[in-house]
């Protein structure tokens, strides 16, 4: 067996290996090593400088070696060159920084070497409800699961370098996808108006529903799609939407749509922190609540984003709830005091809301590690059970420790405008609107229990 076949034979069996490991395994010279290697023509990775280089197979990705370029686009519009990835064996990346990164990085990671998909791009993936319908409409195309749970990390670099032109964040994968960017900016540039979203949006909803509108996969499972907007200037936004049968089920969903608008104003003006704008529409026997990105700016600009479930994943070994998270990132110096407190703060205000789903994955991040606006908070224990089912549910919002008792005034006196505001919004049932007049009042009577 020659050198060259004997190195990629040890990579792929031992996996990355550093540059003294590597020489050991094989017997031979540095000099013999190199001489192997260039031989190999690109199937080997290297990534480090002197003693912490390592080496790695290189991973064919739909029987192609080349790297894959990431692109970067900035609040303008345009494109940079952030980087190239390169698959390895048997999983992971090999990335050459173009420009510093954005995100924090340990050490492995400085060098170039991800586990995985390097995880800002991970949020990329396709998921949730939008997700969900650009695999149904093109998962034979791209000869990939029609499951997106079930896709590999070569389907999700597969698909997002076909595909992936208009996903979270900021960053493209791929020149097919960045292609398709460049193309939309040429050929339809238009933002609809307020008079236009009564005719549009009732039909984006049937579609979206019948045929899959392939988009942007903000993650979530509640029927959405996007859509651009002239909101005093153009707007890029999410657009979630209620049922329109009437029945007791979907009123519910409407009813938790309007309070999803209600909790971010409210987080807003009384809580006084950044949370997505949002507008309530109501035609066509349907909801629509309709919510900014954050991550767009302008016609064509961007900015990157990042959720709590991948840095924490990629960064800290999963912790578990927000305020578990806000003390792990703080402890190792990510964020400030500052922050730390308002994911505490942001935390609390969810619990006595009665927002059951508080997952890692609807809490984001800034590249700078400020905290990104609020999303994704509504009341979800009052949710129709498996999507249809009305189950009476308790409102048992437990009190504070002794530490957070400062906290949890806060967000509870929040949390009472809250729950007023839905108690008297005649958008919402009459129904809902006892449940959240019985939980002000209960929520009032155990302020009362806490103040000093």
Not at 130 to 142: D, E, K, P, W
Not at 208 to 225: C, D, H, I, Q, T
Not at 280 to 309: A, K, L, M, N, P
Not at 315 to 323: D, Q, R, V
Request: hydrophobic letters at 40%.
């Amino acid at each position: 067996m020659t050198i060259s076949k004997k190195v990629l034979e040890t990579l792929r069996t031992w996996h990355r290996q550093p540059s003294g490991e590597l020489l050991a395994r094989l017997g031979v010279s540095r000099p013999s090593l190199m001489r192997a290697i260039a031989e190999l023509d690109g199937q080997v990775v290297s990534r480090g400088r002197a003693r912490r280089t390592a080496y790695a197979a290189r991973r064919s990705l739909r029987g192609q070696i080349t790297p894959l370029p990431l692109y970067c686009i900035d609040k303008m519009g345009k494109a940079h060159e952030a980087g190239l990835l390169e698959p390895i064996y048997p999983s992971g990346c090999a990335m050459s920084f173009a420009e510093p990164f954005a995100w924090p990085l340990d050490d492995e990671m400085v060098d170039g070497w991800f586990r995985g998909i390097p995880y800002p791009v991970v949020d990329m993936r396709p998921q949730g409800f939008l997700g969900r319908n650009l695999a149904h409409q093109f998962a034979t195309i791209m000869q990939v699961d029609e499951d997106v749970q079930r896709w590999s990390e070569d389907d999700v670099l597969h698909v997002l370098c076909m595909l992936g032109w208009d996903q979270p964040g900021n960053y493209i994968l791929g020149e097919p996808a960045l292609r398709r960017y460049l193309e939309a900016q040429q050929q339809d540039t238009h933002f609809l108006t307020d008079d236009e979203i009564t005719t549009v949006y009732p039909l984006r909803a049937l579609q979206a529903l019948n045929y899959g509108v392939a988009g942007s996969s903000a993650a979530g499972e509640f029927p959405k799609f996007i859509e651009r907007r002239v909101i005093n200037t153009p707007t890029h936004v999410i657009v979630k939407f209620s049922g329109a049968d009437g029945s007791p089920q979907e009123q519910r969903w409407s009813d938790l749509l309007i309070c999803e608008h209600l909790a971010l104003n409210t987080i807003t003006d009384t809580l006084l922190l950044s949370a997505a704008k949002s507008r309530i529409y109501q035609f066509s026997g349907r909801t629509f609540f309709e919510v900014e990105r954050f991550d767009r700016h302008g016609t064509f600009g961007r900015s990157g984003v990042c959720t709590w479930h991948e840095l924490n994943v990629a960064l800290f070994g999963e912790t578990g709830t927000w305020s578990e998270g806000a003390h792990a990132m703080l402890t190792a110096g990510t964020i400030s005091e500052e922050t730390a407190q308002h994911i505490h703060l942001l935390e609390h205000y969810g619990r006595l809301i009665a927002n059951t789903d508080m997952h890692n994955g609807n809490l984001a991040f800034l590249p700078s590690l400020e905290l990104a606006p609020a999303y994704d908070m509504l009341p979800m224990m009052y949710a129709p059970q498996r999507g249809v089912e009305l189950v009476e549910r308790k409102f048992a919002p437990a009190l504070p420790l002794p530490k957070e008792r400062s906290m949890w005034l806060t967000a509870a006196k929040a949390a009472v405008v809250f729950w007023q505001r839905a108690a008297s919004d005649e958008r919402i049932s009459e129904r809902f609107r006892l449940i959240s007049r019985a939980n002000a009042i209960q929520l009032e009577a155990l302020l009362a229990t806490q103040r000093d």
